[in-house]
């Protein structure tokens, strides 16, 4: 059965320090890879996603994160990090073969605090 | 404007109450999905409807039932809720790629209704 497996439940870094979220995946086949980001009171917001090519991907508002088929893994990283960047973060994969819908797996999430 | 609008954003009732949630999306998509935020547990899929049809009932009980008169609307009616039902109640929706498959659709999701069940 496919999961997302979010190690950290909690991050905090400093304003301005580099960042590393952690996600790993159990699937059988390449799977399609998102990061959402879920500030408070909010929806989920796509960040980035991966469906093949190039293992390292560009999302929205400075991240990237980088498929490793060997680790089974989908890290989330941004190389300063801003106060407005707390908020928590879902990596999630779509199965393929499900038709015209997604059926999303996701991990628990990683809440980021940002200390000044 | 995400394009997905749900309503009411907060809602409380008690057990025996009757309510309903509301998603709209303005984005022409086909598919639309509740999905289920509780505490320290991952995001549940509830339910899809793909061109007005439901393809998934992830083993929801029956005191959500979910209704998608077309493309563009979806509601979940709420009767006879427990305290753990209390949740964040997310819609979202999406559109098949040409030539991809359904799990590379990319969802976009609204902001959620937060019920509070007494």
């Known amino acids: 059965a496919q999961s997302v497996t979010q190690p950290d439940i909690h991050i905090t870094v400093s304003e301005g320090a580099s960042l590393e979220l952690r996600c790993n995946y159990s699937?059988?086949?390449?799977?399609?890879l998102f990061w959402y980001v879920q500030s408070p009171g909010q929806g989920l917001q796509l960040l980035l996603k991966?469906?093949?090519?190039?293992?390292l991907v560009q999302g929205i508002k400075g991240f990237e994160a980088e498929f490793k088929r060997s680790q089974s893994s989908f890290n989330l990283r941004k190389p300063s990090v801003h106060w407005s960047d707390a908020a928590e973060y879902f990596c999630a994969v779509g199965s393929p073969y499900s038709g015209g819908y997604n059926k999303l797996i996701f991990g628990a999430g990683t809440r980021l605090a940002v200390h000044p | 404007e995400t394009g997905v609008t749900q309503t009411p954003r907060h809602l409380v009732m008690g057990m025996t109450n009757k309510k309903s949630l509301k998603c709209e999306q303005h984005l022409g998509h086909n598919a639309m999905y509740w999905y289920k935020q509780s505490a320290k547990k991952p995001l549940e899929l509830m339910f899809v409807y793909n061109f007005k049809e439901q393809t998934e009932n992830n083993s929801v009980p029956s005191r959500f039932s979910p209704e998608c008169p077309n493309s563009s609307h979806l509601f979940l009616h709420l009767h006879t809720l427990q305290p753990e039902d209390s949740a964040l109640y997310l819609c979202?929706?999406?559109?098949?790629?040409?030539?991809?498959?359904?799990?590379?659709?990319?969802?976009?999701f609204g902001a959620g209704s937060r019920l509070t069940v007494l």
């Open positions: 991966y469906f093949s090519g190039d293992t």
């Open positions: 979202a929706s999406s559109s098949l790629r040409r030539g991809s498959e359904g799990g590379a659709n990319v969802l976009t």
């Open positions: 699937y059988g086949a390449t799977p399609y």
